[in-house]
Nanobody, 124 residues
Framework: QVQLVESGGGLVQAGGSLSVSCAASGRTFVSYVMGWFRQAPGKEREFVAAIRLRDANTDYAESVKGRFTMSGDNAKNTVFLQMNSLKPEDTAVYYC?????????????????WGQGTQVTVSS
């Protein structure tokens, strides 16, 4: 069955960098859009970034544009989120997700598969 497994979260000081990754298994994901979402305590889940694996086209939330970079390794079915210049407001559980359906990449309802999440904490 399809599995998405995130790794790489942790604790970092404000201004620092962290990278999280998502390893997908169970099928070939080159035709998928992979997304990163995050959810902070008491807040709704929000879109962070997405990548269309077949052409590496990306989209970013305004709040992370210029600081975060999403990339993919199709051979390894793995996507990465490099996070630089981290801020305390980036603290959240980060989730990886995969979708094939046509629609806005920013809409979490369109994603078919989700990982278990990885905690990212940015201290001030």
């Amino acid at each position: 069955q399809v599995q998405l497994v995130e790794s790489g979260g942790g604790l970092v000081q404000a201004g620092g960098s962290l990278s999280v990754s998502c390893a997908a298994s169970g099928r070939t994901f080159v035709s998928y859009v992979m997304g990163w979402f995050r959810q902070a305590p008491g807040k709704e889940r929000e879109f962070v970034a997405a990548i269309r694996l077949r052409d590496a086209n990306t989209d970013y939330a305004e709040s992370v544009k210029g600081r975060f970079t999403m990339s993919g390794d199709n051979a390894k079915n793995t996507v990465f989120l490099q996070m630089n210049s981290l801020k305390p407001e980036d603290t959240a559980v980060y989730y990886c997700a995969a979708r094939q359906r046509v629609g806005s990449w920013r809409n979490d309802q369109g994603y078919d598969y989700w990982g278990q999440g990885t905690q990212v904490t940015v201290s001030s």
